[in-house]
């Protein structure tokens, strides 16, 4: 699996575990794109839970990359009711943060 550095990595790993959920591939996708964010999310994260509307709100502020990735992370948990254009969100992600992407859409459909 690819990270972006060790910090990646271990915040991955770390809001996985905050969450409860480390077999279920729409948790497992959502919060690998977060930890990749880089941003202090995980009180947003909480057992069998991710926050994303307080997400939103908190991410006005967010680099348009960062926003990209958020929508990438809300449409992998719950395309249902989050949605992204593909091309909307790889429209704004250099390519450290594009393999991120690819990544988890690997993950969320078992690719």
Excluded at 39 to 62: D, H, N, T
Excluded at 63 to 71: D, F, G, I, P, R
Aim: glycine letters at 4%.
């Amino acid at each position: 699996m690819y990270f972006k550095s060790k910090e990646h990595q271990e915040f991955f790993k770390s809001l996985i575990m905050r969450a409860g959920q480390d077999n279920d591939v729409e948790y497992s996708a959502a919060l690998y794109v977060l930890a990749a964010i880089g941003k202090e999310v995980s009180k947003y994260v909480l057992l069998g839970e991710i926050k994303f509307p307080a997400l939103f709100r908190i991410a006005k502020v967010w680099s348009s990359s960062e926003k990209a990735l958020l929508k990438l992370s809300a449409t992998l948990f719950n395309a249902g009711t989050w949605s992204a254009k593909i091309g909307d969100v790889f429209y704004h992600l250099d390519n450290e943060n594009s393999k991120v992407a690819i990544e988890a859409i690997k993950i969320r459909y078992c690719i």
